[in-house]
């Protein structure tokens, strides 16, 4: 039996999971409009596993998203999850953010997943997958245009998931497209990712582990 807490914190939602061998057993979440991770990651943290009747030392490992996302974001979940793993000597594993956010939808086979996050003005963090959620293009930081995902888009049905969603919608009209808006990457379907790593022991360096940002911080 394995125990594993995951960490979500990419985008404006602070998601809290644990889950038993793959499966979930308890969720806490604040899909807010503000970043409230700084406040709550801890807080959930501390009662997901009260409620549970566990301890820190229960855990077999910690999952956390490791982006593409809020630079802030993913240095608190990052920092948080190294904290747990140095403290209690646990292996530390890494979710890719939009794999996980792909797995909010159930696509039939022949269609494709594009998830993608806002990344200020017309730019998103994108990423491509078939129906069974393998990476058929690398993960992009892209300016979206009229054309963006035409190969794609011209093979059959995709569907569109994440907060970048809705700038495309906007001057996307081909009849393959499906938008699903204001959805946000949970801790929720990083469950059965974690698990999957954790049995073939693909976990990462806790001391040298770092986000995957894609792009260099601009403040303001």
Do not use: W
């Amino acid at each position: 039996m394995a125990i594993i807490l995951c960490l979500e914190t990419a985008t404006t939602n602070c998601s809290v999971a644990l889950c038993e061998d793959g499966k979930v057993i308890a969720l806490k979440e604040d899909n807010s409009k503000g970043y409230s991770h700084a406040e709550k990651l801890h807080v959930f943290i501390d009662e997901i596993l009260k409620e549970n009747q566990l301890k820190i030392d229960n855990l077999d490992a910690v999952a956390v998203s490791k982006g593409p996302g809020s630079y802030t974001g993913l240095r608190i979940g990052v920092s948080t999850a190294k904290g747990l793993c140095f403290a209690q000597d646990i292996p530390l594993i890494s979710v890719p953010t939009l794999t996980s956010l792909a797995k909010k939808v159930t696509p039939q086979e022949t269609e494709q997943v594009i998830a993608m996050l806002d990344a200020r003005r017309m730019e998103v963090y994108s990423a491509v997958f078939d129906s069974a959620f393998n990476q058929v293009r690398a993960t992009e930081a892209q300016i979206l245009s009229e054309e963006s995902f035409g190969e794609e888009l011209s093979k059959g049905k995709v569907h569109f998931i994440g907060n970048g969603v809705a700038k495309f919608s906007e001057i996307c009209d081909h009849p393959n497209a499906q938008f699903i808006e204001d959805e946000l990457p949970s801790a929720k379907e990083m469950c059965a990712i974690a698990y999957d790593k954790y049995k073939i022991s693909d976990m990462e360096d806790v001391a040298y582990f770092e986000p995957y940002y894609l792009k260099d911080f601009v403040a303001g």
